[in-house]
């Protein structure tokens, strides 16, 4: 059962365009919602984070939108970079919990 | 800095034979994780450890189990591999509470032949 639907599966995009990956969930008990960005060879590694107080979070190039009542939240990488070619995963986790659900990952590749 | 070390990056075993992955965190983390990564599947959660000799099975636990001796070593055991297990391994540490925050090793690609 797939709690967290991620998509799209594969993204193109030019350098110093937008990338946007959306995610929808399921389960309301959700608290927060990080992303994780992997690298050919890497483990994952958080990039960024949201609780569903927040409708938006900045840190650089990347921003969170969360949106509570339609139960999904995006990432977008603005300026996008050949450096940001990565396999971005969206992940939830409940309140005090341990384990992280994860989507199914998006391949990004930037277009130089 | 935080650092989980996975014991082999490539390893290539024969259907049956029992194989172990083993993972080490040098950050005196509570929680530990293994997941396989399979494409257009994401991170799925095969076991995870609370403390030490504790475990919870995850999402896809059959064919796998796992030990946890000592807090820094978290094993994952094949006990007859099949080739339905060739897959990227992932071995993640985090405190407690997490917080969402999960430190990963650098993975170990299973081939089942």
């Known amino acids: 059962q797939q709690q967290v639907k991620q998509s799209p599966q594969s993204l193109i995009v030019q350098k110093g365009g937008i990338s946007i990956i959306n995610c929808a969930y399921e389960?309301?008990?959700?608290?927060?919602f990080p992303w994780y960005q992997q690298f050919p060879g890497k483990g994952p590694a958080l990039l960024i984070a949201i609780r569903p107080d927040v409708s938006e979070k900045k840190e650089g190039r990347f921003t969170i939108s969360f949106n509570k009542s339609a139960k999904q939240f995006s990432l977008h990488i603005m300026d996008s970079q050949p450096g940001d070619s990565a396999t971005y995963f969206c992940?939830?986790?409940?309140?005090?919990?341990?384990?992280?659900?994860f989507g199914a990952g998006t391949i990004l590749r930037v277009k130089s | 800095d935080v650092k989980v070390t996975q014991s082999s990056r490539y390893l290539v075993k024969r259907t049956g034979e029992k194989v172990f992955l083993e993972c080490v965190q040098d950050?005196?983390?509570?929680?530990m994780f293994w997941y396989r990564q399979d494409p257009g599947l994401g991170l799925r959660l095969i076991y995870f450890s609370y403390d030490v000799k504790m475990k919870e099975k995850g999402d896809i636990p059959e064919g796998y189990s796992v030990s946890r001796e000592k807090k820094e070593r978290f094993s994952l055991i094949l006990e007859s591999a099949s080739t339905n297990q060739t897959s990227m391994y992932l071995c993640?540490?985090?405190?407690?509470?997490?917080?969402?925050?999960?430190?990963f090793g650098p993975g170990t690609r299973l081939t089942v032949l």
């Open positions: 993640a540490s985090s405190p407690t509470p997490t917080g969402g925050l999960q430190y």
């Open positions: 950050m005196d983390h509570e929680n």
């Open positions: 992940a939830a986790i409940l309140e005090y919990g341990n384990k992280l659900v």
């Open positions: 389960n309301t008990a959700f608290d927060y």
